[in-house]
């Protein structure tokens, strides 16, 4: 018996096994990241280095300043640099913030940002590093008066640690007092149209119209995104989780990690909504003692523990740490990229899903520029939104299309067929603010169908629609109006002239009273016969 | 036309302008008022033996959406005729004036010709006026011949006079002929003859010396001129008036439209039915008393008997009836030409005379 063919022992599996490190991972799941296809890749880079720019200017309080470059090097080669006004990072931080994956601030807190669980500018580098061998090259100036930081960086795949091939302190690079710079270099391809980069800054000028944007396309075209408000929305506040939202896995590392001494005080420190009583009674209803030590639960007690945590009735999580774009900003945002001749958007209360809040907001704009595709019965076009990051891909899979597709749009006054979108010269925007956006994939393409979600959704989009029946209703009301006066005022003129020319008489006539009181009387009886018909 | 008709035509067509500028004067919204012509308004009346006009108007109010333009465009008409009436030599026709509708702008002119040829009938039915008074002319059509003298103006202008035995083939009836005035008619009767091949026939066997007749050539379904001819002779000159048509319903009702006019003329019939005018056949019992050759009724044929049967006109007339119960018995019809089997002169010399008197017995 040769040795390939014999049964492998458990010490020989040993040997083969070992961990697989997050980077070696993502290396061999690069879909799961957005980096599917070359032209996904390059928007990708392009969207997580917006994202990061956008998040760091607003946590430091500043109207953001970014500058977004693509150049074609040669064919299928491409170099994105972006360059932002933000507070800068801190030397030391800057390796394990672009070179070292699923590191960040923001996995481990309750808080509205764009990022979440810090993989995004990180699995940028990796790509660059896979596709085309070319290191990151990061550039920051945290302080206003200092120098700035070159980084030249790499991950080293095995150990997901950064891999610093060069590093510098230079005078200059950073065009303002303090900020940060990306340059990437990566194998991807150029589109234009929905997928197209332009169109994710377009959407992103939207939804931040306090910021400026400049985008130069490897065309060569300079695109300029104005500000619209010097004003940013409101700063989120972080949050503890609610007892709702909690999942096993989660509890039991937070039960270990604890400082609290006892079961209550645990409940009450680490989680939002509970107090003295909630906790007592969470107690109650697990059947553990209020003054165990958290680390003491047995398995079982901790799912009794959960169980507890979900039925006892709480307050809803408080909504501070969500940061909606609001409604002025956004119509100003819309009104700013969007010439259309009729605009609306509300914001919802804030809302909850598995103990989440999260909030929505949805705008229409009507007519004007849109209407030049009315004779090809174009659908109407969904910008989907997810803390305020423009959602360009997967949009069947997504709860803010299937909400908006399940809305009877023919009563709001537009065409539709079957459970599509509906037709029509409308541009639909929905936004959904949270503190923890539920995707379906980590490549943040769409949102999960929660049914809270669609709810809410729903619940705003047709509050813009209804707005924008009674608009185009006053609007044909008018034209119709206007075009039942213009007949009178042409031809009633005509009828007493020919009238005169018939009779052979020469008198002048008065026509103004008679014009008048025929359009009062035609007015009177036409809405009392809509009156009727409705 | 004499003069005094023109000044009464005249006259009715600027009562129409007069009413809506004395309504205006008053700070009125102005409004016509126009016989409907709706199949509702049509009634037989058994006086007349005609179709005529019932009592319900309609209004057509400047404070209406949809009237406002067709009243002011039927203005315009009526003050074009006028005009037109005023000329006396200028006429023109119902597409004519269509096509003049262009030079009266965007807003007056008319999309189609439906919508111009309306406003004249309704202009006919509210001044009680057949077109051709106010210069809107028929197209000619049917020819006359015999001894009959008449005197009109020419296109030109000019006073003619004409007898219509000095013509080649019959003189044309046109809106003039229709109108001319009868200065000399020696005849006793009118026979007036559906196809031009019978008519031929007539004229060629001396038919109007042998009947002392004027002949008509109808050339089918008669015209409103030579239907306004044939009822001046018979109502200036009490001339009787024969109608000899093709032996099928349609022929019959060739007839019967001289006769008591037809529904869509309701609103002016009394200016062209001839009640008084009879006719002779060929008729359901001809064609079996004369053996005709003949041919099987269709369905279209059959349907239209049934609907005829129906009609006040034929039920208020027994022997038609009658004929409308054979023609449904006998399922045949035959042409005029079918009594030639006897020979070129038998129609002349023994048909249409023993037809005459059985028709002058009654």
Same mark, same amino acid.
């Given at each position: 018996?040769?040795?390939? &063919?014999?049964?492998?022992?458990?010490?020989?599996?040993? =040997?083969? !096994?070992?961990?697989?490190?997050?980077?070696?991972?993502?290396?061999?799941?690069?879909?799961?990241?957005?980096?599917?296809?070359?032209?996904?890749? =390059?928007?990708?880079?392009?969207?997580?280095?917006?994202?990061?720019?956008?998040?760091?200017?607003?946590?430091?309080?500043?109207?953001?300043?970014?500058?977004?470059?693509?150049?074609?090097?040669?064919?299928?080669?491409?170099?994105?640099? #972006?360059? &932002?006004?933000?507070?800068?990072?801190?030397?030391?931080?800057?390796?394990?913030?672009?070179?070292?994956?699923?590191?960040?601030?923001?996995?481990?807190?309750? +808080?509205?940002?764009?990022?979440?669980?810090?993989?995004?500018?990180?699995?940028?580098?990796?790509?660059?590093?896979?596709?085309?061998?070319?290191?990151?090259?990061?550039?920051?100036?945290?302080?206003?008066?200092?120098?700035?930081?070159?980084?030249? =960086?790499?991950? %080293?795949?095995?150990?997901?640690?950064?891999?610093?091939?060069?590093?510098?302190?230079?005078?200059?690079?950073?065009?303002?007092?303090?900020?940060?710079?990306?340059?990437?270099?990566?194998?991807?391809?150029?589109?234009? $149209?929905?997928?197209?980069?332009?169109?994710?800054?377009?959407?992103?000028?939207? #939804?931040? /119209?306090?910021?400026?944007?400049?985008?130069?396309?490897?065309?060569?075209?300079?695109? %300029?995104?104005?500000?619209?408000?010097?004003?940013?929305?409101?700063?989120?506040?972080?949050?503890?989780?609610?007892?709702?939202?909690?999942?096993?896995?989660?509890?039991?590392?937070?039960?270990?990690?604890?400082?609290?001494?006892?079961?209550?005080?645990?409940?009450?420190?680490?989680?939002?909504?509970?107090?003295?009583?909630?906790?007592?009674?969470?107690?109650?209803?697990?059947?553990? %003692?209020?003054?165990?030590?958290?680390?003491?639960?047995?398995?079982?007690? !901790?799912?009794?523990?959960?169980?507890?945590?979900? $039925?006892?009735?709480?307050?809803?999580?408080?909504?501070?740490?969500?940061?909606?774009?609001?409604? *002025?900003?956004?119509?100003?945002? =819309?009104?700013?990229?969007?010439?259309?001749?009729?605009?609306?958007?509300?914001?919802? &209360?804030?809302?909850?899903?598995?103990?989440?809040?999260?909030?929505? *907001?949805?705008?229409?704009?009507?007519?004007? *520029?849109?209407?030049?595709?009315? *004779?090809?019965?174009?659908?109407?076009?969904?910008? +989907?939104?997810?803390?305020?990051?423009?959602?360009?891909? &997967?949009?069947?899979?997504?709860?803010?299309?299937?909400?908006?597709?399940?809305?009877?749009?023919?009563?709001?006054?537009?065409?539709?067929?079957?459970?599509?979108?509906?037709?029509?010269?409308?541009?639909?925007?929905?936004?959904?603010?949270?503190?923890? #956006? /539920?995707?379906?994939?980590?490549?943040?393409?769409?949102?999960?169908?929660?049914?809270?979600?669609?709810?809410?959704?729903?619940?705003?989009?047709?509050?813009?629609?209804?707005?924008?029946?009674?608009?185009?209703?006053?609007?044909?009301?008018?034209?119709?109006?206007?075009?039942?006066?213009?007949?009178?005022?042409?031809?009633?003129?005509?009828?007493?002239?020919?009238?005169?020319?018939?009779?052979?008489?020469?008198?002048?006539?008065?026509?103004?009273?008679?014009?008048?009181?025929?359009?009062?009387?035609?007015?009177?009886?036409?809405?009392?016969?809509?009156?009727?018909?409705? | 036309?004499?003069?005094?008709?023109?000044?009464?035509?005249?006259?009715?067509?600027?009562?129409?302008?007069?009413?809506?500028?004395?309504?205006?004067?008053?700070?009125?919204?102005?409004?016509?008022?126009?016989?409907?012509?709706?199949?509702?308004?049509?009634?037989?009346?058994?006086?007349?033996?005609?179709?005529?006009?019932?009592?319900?108007?309609?209004?057509?109010?400047?404070?209406?959406?949809?009237?406002?333009?067709?009243?002011?465009?039927?203005?315009?008409?009526?003050?074009?005729?006028?005009?037109?009436?005023?000329?006396?030599?200028?006429?023109?026709?119902?597409?004519?004036?269509?096509?003049?509708?262009?030079?009266?702008?965007?807003?007056?002119?008319?999309?189609?010709?439906?919508?111009?040829?309306?406003?004249?009938?309704?202009?006919?039915?509210?001044?009680?006026?057949?077109?051709?008074?106010?210069?809107?002319?028929?197209?000619?059509?049917?020819?006359?011949?015999?001894?009959?003298?008449?005197?009109?103006?020419?296109?030109?202008?000019?006073?003619?006079?004409?007898?219509?035995?000095?013509?080649?083939?019959?003189?044309?009836?046109?809106?003039?002929?229709?109108?001319?005035?009868?200065?000399?008619?020696?005849?006793?009767?009118?026979?007036?003859?559906?196809?031009?091949?019978?008519?031929?026939?007539?004229?060629?066997?001396?038919?109007?010396?042998?009947?002392?007749?004027?002949?008509?050539?109808?050339?089918?379904?008669?015209?409103?001129?030579?239907?306004?001819?044939?009822?001046?002779?018979?109502?200036?000159?009490?001339?009787?008036?024969?109608?000899?048509?093709?032996?099928?319903?349609?022929?019959?009702?060739?007839?019967?439209?001289?006769?008591?006019?037809?529904?869509?003329?309701?609103?002016?019939?009394?200016?062209?039915?001839?009640?008084?005018?009879?006719?002779?056949?060929?008729?359901?019992?001809?064609?079996?008393?004369?053996?005709?050759?003949?041919?099987?009724?269709?369905?279209?044929?059959?349907?239209?008997?049934?609907?005829?049967?129906?009609?006040?006109?034929?039920?208020?007339?027994?022997?038609?009836?009658?004929?409308?119960?054979?023609?449904?018995?006998?399922?045949?019809?035959?042409?005029?030409?079918?009594?030639?089997?006897?020979?070129?002169?038998?129609?002349?010399?023994?048909?249409?005379?023993?037809?005459?008197?059985?028709?002058?017995?009654?």
């Amino acid at each position: 018996m040769k040795k390939e &063919d014999k049964a492998k022992t458990a010490k020989d599996m040993a =040997l083969e !096994q070992r961990a697989i490190s997050v980077a070696e991972f993502f290396e061999k799941n690069r879909h799961l990241l957005g980096f599917d296809n070359p032209s996904k890749a =390059l928007l990708t880079v392009v969207k997580e280095a917006v994202d990061n720019s956008l998040d760091a200017c607003e946590e430091a309080n500043i109207l953001p300043e970014i500058e977004v470059e693509i150049k074609e090097l040669e064919e299928n080669r491409y170099k994105i640099t #972006v360059e &932002d006004n933000g507070p800068g990072i801190l030397r030391d931080q800057i390796p394990r913030i672009f070179a070292k994956l699923l590191y960040g601030s923001k996995f481990h807190r309750l +808080r509205q940002s764009r990022g979440q669980q810090g993989i995004g500018i990180s699995a940028s580098v990796l790509y660059a590093q896979l596709t085309t061998g070319h290191p990151a090259i990061i550039y920051s100036k945290p302080n206003k008066n200092g120098k700035v930081h070159v980084f030249h =960086l790499k991950i %080293d795949i095995l150990k997901n640690e950064p891999e610093i091939l060069k590093e510098d302190l230079i005078e200059s690079g950073i065009k303002h007092p303090t900020g940060t710079k990306i340059s990437i270099i990566i194998e991807g391809k150029y589109i234009q $149209r929905y997928h197209s980069p332009y169109e994710y800054i377009k959407q992103t000028a939207i #939804v931040n /119209p306090w910021a400026h944007i400049k985008y130069k396309s490897p065309t060569g075209e300079v695109f %300029d995104f104005p500000r619209a408000v010097n004003k940013l929305s409101k700063r989120p506040k972080e949050i503890k989780p609610h007892p709702y939202g909690v999942e096993l896995g989660i509890l039991i590392r937070m039960l270990k990690s604890t400082k609290s001494r006892n079961i209550s005080a645990f409940l009450q420190n680490e989680f939002s909504r509970v107090g003295a009583n909630s906790a007592e009674e969470i107690c109650r209803l697990a059947g553990i %003692d209020l003054t165990r030590k958290p680390q003491s639960l047995t398995h079982e007690e !901790q799912e009794k523990l959960l169980k507890a945590m979900q $039925r006892v009735k709480l307050m809803r999580p408080p909504t501070d740490c969500l940061s909606p774009i609001g409604e *002025e900003l956004l119509r100003e945002g =819309l009104s700013k990229e969007i010439n259309a001749e009729f605009i609306t958007t509300i914001t919802r &209360d804030p809302s909850v899903y598995r103990g989440i809040p999260f909030q929505i *907001e949805a705008g229409i704009a009507y007519g004007g *520029e849109l209407k030049k595709n009315e *004779e090809t019965g174009e659908q109407a076009k969904l910008m +989907r939104f997810a803390n305020k990051i423009p959602l360009l891909y &997967d949009p069947s899979g997504c709860a803010i299309t299937k909400a908006v597709s399940s809305i009877r749009w023919r009563r709001y006054g537009l065409e539709q067929s079957g459970n599509a979108l509906p037709r029509g010269p409308v541009i639909i925007l929905v936004h959904i603010a949270s503190a923890w #956006v /539920p995707y379906t994939s980590e490549s943040k393409e769409a949102i999960a169908n929660y049914p809270e979600i669609i709810k809410e959704i729903k619940l705003a989009v047709q509050e813009c629609a209804r707005r924008m029946l009674m608009y185009i209703r006053k609007q044909t009301r008018v034209k119709r109006e206007t075009q039942r006066l213009s007949i009178f005022e042409n031809y009633i003129p005509l009828i007493i002239e020919n009238a005169k020319e018939l009779a052979g008489i020469k008198t002048k006539i008065d026509i103004q009273p008679i014009i008048e009181k025929v359009v009062k009387k035609d007015l009177v009886a036409h809405e009392s016969k809509g009156k009727e018909n409705n | 036309m004499k003069v005094k008709e023109k000044k009464i035509i005249k006259k009715k067509l600027e009562e129409i302008g007069k009413s809506v500028v004395e309504q205006a004067k008053n700070h009125k919204v102005p409004y016509l008022r126009i016989p409907s012509r709706t199949t509702n308004n049509i009634v037989f009346d058994p006086k007349s033996l005609c179709y005529v006009i019932g009592n319900k108007t309609i209004m057509r109010s400047a404070g209406n959406i949809r009237h406002v333009k067709p009243m002011a465009q039927m203005l315009k008409v009526a003050s074009f005729c006028k005009d037109l009436v005023e000329e006396e030599l200028k006429h023109e026709t119902k597409r004519g004036l269509y096509y003049i509708s262009e030079s009266w702008g965007e807003k007056l002119k008319f999309d189609e010709q439906p919508e111009s040829d309306n406003i004249i009938e309704d202009i006919e039915a509210m001044i009680g006026e057949p077109r051709e008074n106010f210069h809107i002319i028929p197209n000619p059509g049917g020819a006359v011949y015999g001894d009959l003298t008449l005197k009109f103006k020419n296109p030109s202008g000019k006073m003619m006079k004409i007898n219509c035995l000095q013509t080649a083939d019959g003189q044309t009836i046109g809106p003039r002929m229709s109108e001319a005035e009868i200065v000399e008619c020696n005849a006793k009767r009118v026979i007036a003859i559906e196809t031009s091949g019978m008519y031929n026939r007539f004229m060629e066997e001396n038919a109007h010396k042998k009947f002392n007749a004027i002949l008509v050539n109808l050339e089918g379904q008669a015209t409103r001129a030579t239907r306004r001819l044939i009822k001046r002779l018979n109502e200036i000159k009490k001339l009787p008036v024969y109608i000899f048509t093709d032996g099928d319903p349609w022929g019959l009702h060739i007839a019967m439209v001289i006769m008591a006019g037809s529904a869509k003329s309701a609103h002016i019939n009394k200016m062209l039915a001839t009640p008084s005018a009879k006719w002779i056949g060929v008729t359901a019992t001809d064609i079996k008393k004369y053996k005709l050759r003949s041919d099987k009724l269709k369905d279209v044929d059959l349907k239209r008997i049934k609907e005829l049967k129906k009609d006040p006109r034929y039920r208020s007339d027994k022997r038609l009836l009658e004929e409308l119960k054979t023609w449904e018995e006998i399922k045949k019809k035959a042409e005029q030409q079918a009594l030639l089997k006897y020979g070129l002169r038998y129609v002349v010399d023994e048909y249409f005379p023993a037809k005459l008197k059985e028709m002058e017995k009654k």
